[in-house]
């Protein structure tokens, strides 16, 4: 079955410095692929997306570019600041384009 | 524009009793999907319902089903509560059934349930 194995966290790092989370995927087929970030006591936002290799996802500043060679969706950013804390969840969509298989987050903590 | 709703926000229930957590989508919205979010994982996925028919069923016991509404509300019950069901019970809504570009999942702030 469909799969994501993130990064474990927590994740700490300075104001401005630059930032990776790895996301790898097991699925069949040609899935979506999400990246949705959770603030303390809120439910999950979108936060970037790509459909098909090789699109790449981009948002508020961070990117992720959609890899079927090494199976991999790795989310970046060039300089994180503190109200970036929060939590990561790297996502793709089943076969049937009906359900998120979710990784298991990874908590970012910026510290200024 | 109100965005996903879901009530109650927080409730405690004991082993063996019933809970109803309900959904209201972004209007327009004709799909609805349930997650359930146990402490430090991600999201499982438990439903999806379009059009007031179940599209889609996660691995979860027949101790938890749902409808949905001609209003395209949602209502999530469990039965015969169990410890393990305290989790954060995430609810989403989409234009229609299946994903697409433009066609994504938004989410409520869910409703956390805690079972003693």
């Known amino acids: 079955g469909n799969s994501v194995t993130q990064m474990e966290g927590p994740v700490t790092l300075s104001e401005e410095a630059f930032l990776t989370i790895n996301c790898t995927y097991t699925?069949?087929?040609?899935?979506?692929l999400f990246w949705y970030v959770q603030y303390p006591g809120e439910g999950l936002q979108l936060l970037l997306k790509a459909t098909k290799a090789d699109d790449k996802g981009s948002n508020k500043g961070f990117e992720a570019t959609y890899r079927k060679e090494t199976t991999s969706f790795h989310l970046e950013k060039g300089s994180v600041q503190v109200s970036d804390s929060a939590v990561y969840f790297c996502?793709?969509?089943?076969?049937?384009?009906?359900?998120?298989?979710f990784g298991s987050g990874t908590r970012l903590q910026v510290q200024p | 524009d109100a965005g996903v709703t879901q009530s109650p926000t927080h409730l405690i229930k004991t082993r063996g009793q019933h809970v109803t957590l309900r959904c209201s989508p972004i209007?327009?919205?004709?799909?609805v999907s349930w997650y359930q979010q146990v402490l430090g994982q991600g999201p499982q996925f438990i439903f999806q319902y379009y059009e007031k028919e179940e599209r889609g069923r996660g691995n979860f016991p027949d101790r938890f089903s749902a409808r949905q509404f001609p209003n395209y509300s949602s209502e999530l019950n469990v039965n015969a509560l169990l410890l393990g069901d305290s989790a954060l019970y995430l609810c989403a809504s989409s234009l229609t059934g299946v994903f697409s570009g433009a066609n994504v999942l938004t989410f409520g702030a869910g409703s956390r349930l805690t079972v003693l």
């Open positions: 209007s327009g919205h004709k799909s």
């Open positions: 996502a793709l969509s089943d076969t049937g384009r009906r359900a998120l298989t």
């Open positions: 699925a069949t087929g040609y899935p979506s």
